[in-house]
Nanobody, 115 residues
Framework: QVQLVESGGGLVQAGGSLRLSCAVS????????MGWYRQAPGKQRELVAT???????TYTDSVKGRFTISRDNAKNTVYLQMNSLKPEDTAVYYC?????????WGQGIQVTVSS
């Protein structure tokens, strides 16, 4: 059974940094395109960043230049380095793994940025 477990969230002041990790078990990371999504209270879930199996990356405009997505296939882990955090980055962050056949979600982790 494939499981995704996020870690590294928490409370940080505006301007601070956090690094989220997503550990994949029950499968091998290299077969998946990976993504980070977030959902703020009262809002729809939005795509934050993606990294393909070929390590091509994309970012939503609001995080470009501040967030970096990366992957370590040897550790079966994907990361989201978040710098210069803003209060509007406050949300539950979800990790997603997508193969040709199916997709998986983590349980989500809270990130709160205080002003």
């Amino acid at each position: 059974q494939v499981q995704l477990v996020e870690s590294g969230g928490g409370l940080v002041q505006a301007g601070g940094s956090l690094r989220l990790s997503c550990a994949v078990s029950g499968s091998i990371l290299r077969i998946y395109d990976m993504g980070w999504y977030r959902q703020a209270p009262g809002k729809q879930r939005e795509l934050v960043a993606t990294i393909t199996r070929a390590e091509r990356t994309t970012y939503t405009d609001s995080v470009k230049g501040r967030f970096t997505i990366s992957r370590d296939n040897a550790k079966n882990t994907v990361y989201l380095q978040m710098n210069s955090l803003k209060p509007e980055d406050t949300a539950v962050y979800y990790c997603n793994a997508q193969s040709y056949v199916t997709g998986y979600w983590g349980q989500g982790i809270q990130v709160t940025v205080s002003s």
